[in-house]
């Protein structure tokens, strides 16, 4: 790759930026501010032409903020989608995460090939490993005990459910893991941890220190949450809006937290590795 532009993000695409640049490959950057200086990177105060002269365009993971703009966190602006759409040339490759249907419907508009980081394979087996970590530490950040000897509940053993299973009982959590599949369940109970099937949700909860999600559905509900006690840490790890019913949860003094993009607040760099390897993965198929 010769030229990559990278517009906005966080501190995964300012690493991302330097892997790159690094690499030999010039970038261009935009609504980002990297402290670190490199001859192959340039800063773009505009959205100048020179940007939309790469064949490689980078946005965000996810791509959109709360207000429906490209995800930029170090400027204060309201970028639209279709905005840089217009301004890109047919045919560019466009990297970002977090697939909707006005991003589909742009790429088919302008002639773009689209390409949504998050759904490739790779990227979300190697990306559980810093969430996971990232979940661990704000359990650790939120508690006045040990989570050695804490009993955690992980609802969900997809990809991070799996992980975070691992890490937990690996530091001597009592892990019990809520799954819907019976292959599921068998796996949780060899790999030594308490298997809870979602109808047995119920009667395990109020016994919980912490409780992780990872179901992108509202598991926790009004009526789950008034059996959770007190004391008990609520992490929700899904996709927005979660599958944590926070009102509720404010409502009966629980101490939830939504916490999304963990691997771009705690392991930057390494999210940023996993980025640039699943790029030039999804660049070597496209040729």
């Keep these: 790759m010769e030229q990559l532009s990278i517009i906005g993000g966080d501190n995964r695409q300012k690493h991302a930026a330097l892997i790159k640049a690094k690499s030999g490959t010039h970038v261009q950057t935009y609504g980002l501010k990297i402290s670190t200086h490199h001859e192959n990177i340039t800063t773009c105060l505009t ?7 790469s064949k490689v365009i980078m ?3 996810p791509y959109k903020n709360h207000e429906g703009g490209i995800n930029i966190i170090d400027q204060r602006e309201h970028l639209e989608t279709e905005t840089l759409f217009r301004l890109m040339k047919p045919n560019t490759i466009v990297i970002y995460g977090k697939q909707d249907e006005e991003i589909l419907e742009l790429s088919k508009k302008y002639s773009i090939h689209s390409y949504d980081i998050v ?3 790779t990227f979300s087996i190697l990306n ?3 969430t996971a970590e990232g979940a661990i530490q704000r359990a650790m950040e939120r508690t006045d005990f040990t989570l050695h000897g804490s009993k955690a509940l992980i609802l969900g053993y997809g990809r991070i459910g799996k992980v975070l299973a691992r890490m937990l009982y690996g530091i001597g959590a009592k892990v019990a893991v809520e799954a819907r599949k019976t292959e599921d369940l068998v796996w949780i109970e060899q790999s030594g941890y308490t298997a809870v099937p979602l109808d047995k949700l119920d009667s395990i909860i109020v016994e919980q220190d912490i409780i992780f999600n990872t179901v992108p ?3 926790l509900n009004r009526n789950r949450l008034k059996k959770v006690r007190q004391d008990c840490i609520i992490i929700d790890l899904a996709s927005s809006p979660g599958g944590v019913d926070f009102q509720a949860a404010t409502e009966f003094g629980l101490s939830a937290s939504l916490d999304l993009g963990l691997p ?3 392991a930057p760099r390494t999210a940023a590795e996993i980025i640039c390897r699943v790029t030039d993965e999804i660049l070597e198929r496209h040729i």
């Design 264 to 266: 771009g607040f705690v």
């Design 217 to 219: 559905a509202l598991i």
């Design 59 to 61: 946005l965000p993971v």
């Design 47 to 53: 959205l100048s032409p020179e940007l939309f002269n």
């Design 119 to 121: 759904q490739e394979e």
């Design 128 to 130: 559980a490993i810093p």
